[in-house]
């Protein structure tokens, strides 16, 4: 627990960063070594319904990961099936695993979220994606998932709620500020990261891995209004 306190001691504080004048979707994605980004046109999107969808299967969670974390749990909507881990871990060809990925029981369940993912979510193909449980008191250690030399923003982590003493944090990078009304935010998790739940609610998240394809048009617009808006926001002081 010490490592923990410390490391939120450490790392507690939201580190605002200057947004060129300019939109540059190159520089953004792979040279800014920014270690999350607010894709905030989404900010409008159904996340309370999500949440709800998300709580009512709440006793259907598997554990997650319960060598770094404490009341982790998962439960997987689109994957090989509710309890889908790395598509690495299958002993399979990773193109082998794509193949199999399908919807699992938990979208039937799961309406809005699943419009969300087909209608609104800009990528042609989906990987995996979990519901992510964090139990009041519960904690992810520090921890790292992918190496230095591979820096970007990359997977999407959607806060369904954020409830006010629920912290995820960096290091050297600070608070990455998810709004408990829900938001979307892609991430560079070749940062070491940990996760506090100091809260007495249940903290749902939902990661998205996917790829483009071809919808690297709505994609492009998602960041571009997104970085406009973002940086607007910085000058009103709201972010
Ligand atoms: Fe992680």
Redesign the pocket.
Known sequence: MQELEQFHQNNGKVINKQYPDLFDVQWLLEESQWPYFHLSALDKNPFKGMYHEAENLIDKFHSHRDDYGHGWKSLTLHGLDEDTQSLNSYGLERDEVLKQLDWTWVADKCPETKKFLTDVWPAEYLNRVRFMLLEPGGY?MP?Q?RPDAEKRLSVCNISLNNPEGCVFVMKDQGIVPFKNDGSAFLMD?SNV?SVWNRSDKPRIHMIIHSEIGRRARDFFYILRKSYYTNKDRLHEGLE
């Open positions: 992810i921890h998932d998790i990261h």
